[in-house]
């Protein structure tokens, strides 16, 4: 036996005229409704007694009474199919439709319609449910668009269509009036970075006078800014009374916290750090992907201190935050190039590399090719730039290991020496060993090829540190009734300093050549040198306490 399906019958008709008649439009949807429930009997199909009626009432909205108690009754779960004598008596709106469909199925409700055989109870009927579906996108879509050119239009007006008002202003009847107080932060956001160009240092700043992000009605931000808050009012051209409509800006109709001027400048600044950030990005380590230290990735990165790059091969990412401090590591890249420059050179000229990189037994006319090769290759990248020699050499190096005591580099003769006729002599791989030493400080390491550290370059800070001790001495010498702090305050040094800053000038001359050469040890900076509680005056006790010995 089926089971049992109530079915309600919905009729409309839109105007009034005819609704006194003994039998009217409503009617007649009703009979031929209740006809076709009786055709399907068999199904199961049972008419439920509550009309659902809505006369003189037009189907382009919901607003109708019937149809709302019909919608009740079906949340309800009294109703299983709903009949109906056309569509368009259920509603004439598509978007309107979609709607009360996923209302029917949310409740699991099929939709019948007598006379166009629609029946979402079968498989045809939910496909033309579907192509009307497909419609009723279409009819929110071309709304949408309708909404969007309304927009745009409005935009190209200079009218503000609305949203949360930038920090600097309010929403006034639809409008955007000038918030003075934020204005002026405003303004000095833009003065801080065509000043310095440092998106961090105006973030302290603004920490440190208490701004906050625009206050919402509802309680919502007021919060510390950030790089994004900061770039987005950098950004924003209605700050210079305009309005942007794609890519374009138009004039508009409230009034402006910043010049067009500064306005075009700060673009132009962005843009232009945006190119240099670009082209950093894009400059790619020749050893990028090559690189493991203990097993760990080393991803390249680099530093800007001062206007200067400083490059560093880092743990990878994901390692950096879990692993302990001492198994993190960040190599200089100058000093890890060099090391790695310097051994394929040197192995590239030893009587080593020839028996290494031949399989057993090659012929004799491919031993002495080889071999005058490779001290082609040597002599080749000893002539070159350091960074356009590694660039070189590294598709023929497949993979980097680094341990605390040496340096293993695996190499690929057939791709360096890139000869067909001597690929049959050549093996597949070599590696070529190097013993290093490494400082740690913390998560940097200095690198050191054999015995020797490898040069690198004077760090600033410290020489500058000792240049003006010196200077200060050569002042105080020559100016007895000077106190060494009236010297120091012209060079914008506090008391509490001058006095530790000038003990420098006493270091043991090997010391400052050291600093100068950039032979300093890895744990000795500036910091470390303002902070020490005293410094001997005697030199082997300065080299011990600053890591000479």
């Not at 049992?4 to 409503?26: H, M, P, W």
């Not at 007598?114 to 579906?133: A, D, E, K, P, Y």
């Not at 490494?438 to 240049?467: H, W, Y």
Request: charged letters at 25%.
């Amino acid at each position: 036996m089926k089971p049992v399906k109530r079915c309600a019958i919905y009729t409309r008709k839109s105007t009034e005229e005819g609704l006194d008649q003994e039998f009217n439009s409503l009617d007649a949807q009703r009979e031929s409704c209740e006809a076709y429930i009786a055709s399907q009997k068999s199904q199961g199909w049972k008419l439920v007694k509550t009309r659902y009626d809505d006369g003189g009432l037009s189907g382009g909205n919901m607003e109708r009474p019937a149809l709302k108690a019909l919608l009740t009754d079906i949340d309800d779960g009294r109703v299983d199919l709903i009949v109906v004598y056309k569509v368009d008596r259920l509603t004439r709106s598509l978007a309107d439709f979609a709607k009360l469909v996923e209302r029917f199925d949310e409740q699991d409700v099929s939709f019948v319609s007598v006379t166009q055989q629609f029946n979402t109870s079968s498989s045809m009927g939910r496909l033309t449910l579907n192509v009307l579906l497909s419609f009723a996108q279409f009819e929110r879509e071309v709304t949408a668009e309708r909404i969007r050119d309304k927009i745009a239009a409005s935009r190209k007006k200079g009218i503000w269509t609305g949203g949360i008002p930038p920090l600097g202003y309010d929403n006034v009847e639809r409008k955007l009036v000038l918030n003075e107080p934020e204005a002026k932060i405003v303004r000095q956001i833009y003065s801080l970075y065509l000043e310095s160009g440092c998106v961090r240092s105006i973030i302290n700043i603004a920490n440190e006078r208490g701004w906050v992000t625009k206050r919402r009605a509802n309680g919502k931000g007021g919060r510390p800014f950030t790089r994004g808050t900061i770039y987005h009012i950098l950004a924003n051209a209605i700050y210079a009374g305009l309005m942007r409509q794609g890519d374009d800006l138009y004039d508009g109709r409230h009034r402006a916290i910043i010049t067009r001027e500064t306005w075009d400048a700060v673009q132009a600044k962005t843009k232009a750090r945006r190119q240099w950030q670009g082209a950093i990005k894009n400059q790619t380590s020749p050893l990028a992907g090559k690189l493991f230290a203990e097993g760990h990735h080393l991803t390249p990165t680099h530093t800007l201190k001062k206007g200067r790059r400083y490059h560093y091969y880092i743990s990878h990412a994901k390692n950096l935050h879990s692993a302990a401090i001492q198994d993190r590591w960040r190599l200089r890249a100058q000093d890890l190039e060099g090391c790695i420059l310097t051994a394929v050179r040197d192995w590239l000229v030893s009587p080593d590399a020839i028996k290494e990189i031949m399989t057993p037994d090659p012929e004799a006319g491919c031993i002495r090719t080889i071999e005058e090769t490779l001290h082609q290759l040597g002599a080749r990248h000893s002539s070159m730039h350091p960074h356009a020699a590694l660039k070189m050499l590294a598709p023929a190096i497949r993979r980097i290991d680094i341990t605390s005591s040496e340096i293993a580099i695996a190499v690929r003769p057939k791709v360096m020496i890139n000869s067909k006729t001597l690929t049959s002599a050549l093996v597949d791989e070599c590696i070529i060993n190097v013993r290093t030493q490494l400082k740690r400080r913390g998560c940097e390491l200095r690198l050191m090829f054999g015995d020797v550290e490898l040069p690198t370059n004077p760090r600033a800070s410290l020489v500058q540190m000792i240049e003006r001790a010196h200077r200060w001495r050569q002042e105080w010498l020559c100016n007895n009734d000077q106190e060494i702090t009236a010297i120091a305050l012209k060079d914008g040094v506090e008391q509490s300093s001058a006095s530790k800053l000038i003990r420098l000038a006493y270091l043991a001359p090997d010391i400052v050549e050291a600093i100068i050469k950039g032979r300093a040890p890895v744990d000795l900076t500036a910091d470390r040198l303002r902070r020490l509680p005293s410094l001997p005056t005697d030199w082997n006790e300065q080299r011990k306490l600053l890591g000479f010995v």
